[in-house]
């Protein structure tokens, strides 16, 4: 048999080209995969037969950029579109081929399909919650998307959303749908670190380091060796740091401080951060070269506000959560507090919706309740500023709390707690009947 047909049987797609981009060798997988017969590209220019692109930006063999022959491989994700105009998200890992004198004769790359858009979208429609994320919005399904294609393929992620949304959730559930998921998941909060100690925190230290270093110390990025390092508020770190974690996602090795032996380190590194390290970038705060590297695949969690709906399904599982951790009997909530979580708009996210049904679920318990009340609702969420029905002459705008003051003052007689708050009796109904 020869060695062409046996690649045929290879569960990858391979395809090779020379120095010049002719293509050589285009196995049954990469047939399948792209819609093109082998027939059709032999002896083509990769560049003429793939219009769209098959090396993305980073083809070695234009713009003399050439692979330098002690790289030993690329390995990057692309959108690829097939020859039915369909498209893919495609895992290529490229490896130089060398001649006997070390000249660069060629490539060989090996691609796989990441994602089946058709299978998972039908498998979404149906659930609300994923590996502990909840929310059936459809910007969280294309998420969950996100999470499930990225998970199977070592490139770096962004993860950017507002504080609460949900970013160390969305980098474990990352980590534990990836073949990394039995190495460890070691978090770092950048952001929490003084900057003095982040060196030694990340990268560790050996005895005699400084004063104080009684002992050799693994800093986190060998802790996370076989698995994820997530660094969260990666914004925050100094201009130094942003130069040394550039080094270490190029070379894959550390330093340890007071040491010059490299070490290798096989981590896939998540980072996150809530602010816009776009515009940090630009504005030159942040490295560009280390945003390139680190943002290969941004993923961006929309603010609770913009995905209102999944309220009711986050309060039942934070309620469920409560009742099962807690020793609290509290089960439901009334509508009232309902059309208040729905009203208010959560600078905190989810955090904060989660803190709240904590805080109102104790206030419940307390009262003797097993269901959450308007009255168990922190001030800031109740309070929210109410629209003045056309009618008022007074300009004044009315809260709910000054409408419960009057009430509380009056004992309870509407049409006195009217007259104070200067309203007819008839629009303080309506405003009641609308609050409640
Ligand atoms: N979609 C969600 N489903 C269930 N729980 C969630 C969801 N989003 C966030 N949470 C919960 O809210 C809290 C905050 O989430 P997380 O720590 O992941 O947010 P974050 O974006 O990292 O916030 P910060 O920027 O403040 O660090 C956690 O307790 C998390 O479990
Ligand atoms: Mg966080």
Redesign the pocket.
């Known amino acids: 048999m020869k060695i062409e047909d046996i690649i045929d049987y290879l569960p990858y797609a391979v395809m090779g080209h020379d120095i010049r981009r002719r293509i050589f060798l285009f196995n049954k997988e990469a047939e399948r995969l792209t819609g093109y017969k082998k027939e059709e590209v032999i002896g083509r220019d990769c560049h003429d037969v793939f219009p769209g692109g098959f090396c993305g930006e980073r083809c070695a063999f234009q713009n003399e950029i050439i692979i330098p022959s002690n790289f030993e491989m690329i390995h990057y994700p692309i959108e690829f579109v097939d020859k039915k105009g369909k498209k893919h998200m495609l895992d290529v890992r490229v490896k130089p081929i060398v001649d006997k004198e070390k000249n660069i004769a060629g490539i060989v790359a090996t691609f796989d399909d990441v994602k089946s858009d058709i299978e998972f979208e039908k498998e979404l429609n149906k659930i609300d919650e994923f590996c502990?994320?909840?929310?059936k919005d459809p910007k969280?399904l294309k998420i969950y998307q996100q999470i499930k294609s990225v998970a199977k393929v070592s490139f770096p992620v962004l993860i950017q959303?507002?504080?609460?949304?949900?970013?160390?959730?969305?980098a474990q559930a990352i980590h534990k749908l990836s073949p990394r998921r039995n190495g460890p998941f070691v978090p770092v909060n950048c952001g929490a670190i003084p900057d003095t100690l982040i060196e030694s925190e990340l990268f560790g230290y050996e005895k005699g380091a400084f004063t104080g270093a009684i002992r050799e110390k693994k800093g986190r990025f060998e802790l996370a060796n076989g698995g994820t390092i997530f660094l969260?508020e990666i914004g925050d770190i100094s201009p130094l740091m942003q130069v040394k974690l550039l080094r270490v996602i190029q070379t894959g090795l550390i330093e340890r401080l007071g040491s010059i032996r490299p070490i290798k380190v096989d981590v896939r590194i998540i980072s996150?951060t809530?602010k816009d390290l776009e515009k940090e970038m630009i504005e030159g705060r942040f490295r560009d070269d280390l945003y390139y590297r680190i943002s290969v695949i941004p993923i961006k969690?929309p603010p609770l506000r913009e995905r209102k709906g999944?309220i009711p399904i986050?309060v039942k599982?934070f309620i469920k959560e409560i009742s099962e951790s807690f020793s609290i009997n509290v089960n439901s909530i009334s509508n009232a507090v309902m059309k208040a979580l729905l009203n208010y708009s959560w600078p905190g996210?989810?955090?904060e919706l989660?803190n709240v049904i904590q805080y109102a679920a104790v206030q419940a318990q307390a009262n003797g309740r097993n269901y959450i009340e308007l009255s168990d609702l922190p001030d800031r969420v109740l309070f929210k500023k109410i629209e003045v029905p056309k009618e008022v002459n007074n300009t004044q705008t009315l809260t709910i709390e000054a409408i419960n003051e009057a009430l509380k003052s009056t004992g309870g007689n509407k049409a006195k707690a009217a007259k104070l708050l200067g309203i007819s009796r008839a629009t303080l109904y309506r405003l009641l009947k609308r609050l409640s």
């Open positions: 502990g994320i909840v929310g969280m959303g507002e504080s609460g949304t949900g970013k160390e959730l969305v969260d996150a809530n969690i999944d986050l599982k996210n989810v955090r989660q």
